[in-house]
């Protein structure tokens, strides 16, 4: 399987998942977020913090990673190097 299709293929099983517990937790952290509640003002910036990680952490678990997967794939070799054994009698 070409890296390219083994990428597609996890695409279209992971991506619901993902996008479900990022969007769970994000909903989980929008009250803090947007400062609603009582002594909301020393927790705002935590909620912001928080909600930046998870929007950047999705970035790069859907962009960055398939990417820098298929970059290293170009340098990978076609399996274990093989060594003659005319060098290893020497060994």
Do not use: H, N
């Not at 517990?21 to 705002?44: K, Y």
């Not at 912001?48 to 820098?68: D, K, M, Y």
Request: net charge positive; charged share 15%; hydrophobic share 50%.
């Amino acid at each position: 399987m070409t890296p390219e299709k083994a990428i597609r293929e996890a695409c279209i099983l992971r991506f619901r998942p993902i996008m479900m517990t990022t969007f769970a937790a994000l909903m989980g952290v929008l009250p803090i977020a947007l400062g609603i509640g009582a002594g909301a003002e020393l927790r705002q910036p935590l909620g912001i913090s928080v909600a930046g990680g998870l929007i950047f952490s999705q970035f790069v678990t859907l962009i960055i990673t398939p990417v820098i997967y298929l970059y290293l794939d170009k340098y990978a070799g076609k399996g274990p190097l093989e060594i003659p054994p005319s060098v290893l009698e020497g060994t």
